[in-house]
């Protein structure tokens, strides 16, 4: 099987920073880092008033 493409995964982690440099050393590029909050953030986790920092990281 091989992947055409990848859209997006979701993964929680204790050290964002670490993670996102463990992932950039796997050849991701970190596109930014910053919260996130509000309606839709709190429908994507089924969550209520739910605040997060996210790094999005993009592959080539």
Do not use: N
Not at 37 to 42: A, N, P, Q, S, T
Request: hydrophobic letters at 50%; proline letters at 2%; a negative charge.
């Amino acid at each position: 099987m091989t992947i055409k493409r990848l859209e997006h995964v979701g993964i929680v982690v204790d050290d964002l920073a670490a993670a996102a440099e463990f992932f950039v050393g796997l050849g991701l590029e970190l596109q930014g880092v910053g919260p996130v909050e509000g309606r839709w953030v709190d429908r994507a986790v089924e969550a209520r008033r739910v605040r997060a920092e996210i790094a999005i990281l993009h592959s080539s």
